[in-house]
């Protein structure tokens, strides 16, 4: 059941993402070829117009990659918000899946649609400023140095990336189930739901940051400063991976207990 709320959220979701993303690249192709006539010679007759036309492409593109984040951020709230705090809760919370489920088909399709955006955002800029002389360039430069590096050390720049891909996974679920907790624990109120939401918000942020400082200070019993360079990465990267586990588990509780116990759809 869990793949079917994954499915519907997918198709919920696609119509507002895909058709931005195609946006995005649309314009920074526009705008790439509209600096690239401008630097035409001979093209003097049409500077003014082809001057105008890579001002408004340039200022869309800025904005579009501005506001990529915040659209995605809002929409993946939006569609929490909308399908189990408004009126299609009620649909929501009688099919026969259990809460858990539903908070996690969210959390997947949110991180699935935030790294899209990442992705879409660095084709983008690839677009707008790579030419053929920078890969003729940059891959044998990336050769030479993987080349250079030590066999003893490949296992551990493998690891490495691993744990930096889990790393950013698990930051991106702490926002979103935050977030998630923070609207979760607004709607428990009657009158003021979206004001209520935004203290919540707040209060888990700073709760956040005054637990923050007791687990830096604990990374530090473990002497990682005495440590080689090598295992001292992995020790950092893995204690700000277990602190962001901590961190979601503890949101997911809290949107968990407030979806089953304290929820006001009234």
């Not at 401008?38 to 105008?52: D, E, Q, R, T």
């Not at 690839?126 to 890969?135: S, Y």
């Not at 709760?207 to 001292?232: C, D, H, K, W």
Request: aromatic share 14%.
């Amino acid at each position: 059941m869990l793949g079917k709320l994954i499915k519907y959220e997918f198709r919920a979701t696609r119509r507002t993402m895909l058709p931005l993303y195609a946006a995005l690249l649309c314009v920074a192709l526009l705008t790439r070829l509209s600096m690239s006539a401008l630097s035409v010679p001979g093209g003097g007759a049409h500077h003014g117009f082809l001057n105008f036309v890579a001002g408004i492409m340039g200022m869309l593109f800025g904005l579009l990659t501005f506001a990529l984040g915040f659209i995605t951020l809002f929409l993946m709230a939006q569609r929490f918000q909308k399908n189990l705090l408004g009126d299609e809760g009620y649909i929501s919370f009688t099919l026969p899946v259990t809460v858990s489920q539903n908070i996690a088909a969210k959390l997947m399709v949110s991180c699935v649609w935030f790294f899209s955006s990442f992705v879409a955002e660095v084709l983008a800029i690839l677009i707008l400023t790579v030419n053929a002389r920078f890969f003729l360039r940059f891959f044998p430069m990336m050769f030479e140095v993987f080349k250079d590096i030590p066999e003893s050390y490949v296992p551990h720049v493998v690891l490495w990336i691993a744990e930096g891909v889990l790393l950013a996974l698990a930051g991106m679920s702490v926002c979103i189930l935050m977030i998630y907790a923070s609207l979760a624990l607004g709607h428990c109120f009657g009158k003021r739901r979206i004001l209520m939401s935004f203290a919540a918000f707040l209060g888990l942020l700073t709760l956040s940051q005054f637990a923050g400082y007791p687990l830096t200070r604990l990374m530090n019993l473990f002497s990682i400063q005495a440590m080689e360079p090598v295992f001292a990465v992995h020790a950092v990267m893995l204690f700000f991976l277990a602190c962001s586990l901590v961190y979601s588990g503890v949101y997911f509780f809290i949107t968990k207990y407030a979806l089953t116990r304290r929820l006001n759809l009234e």
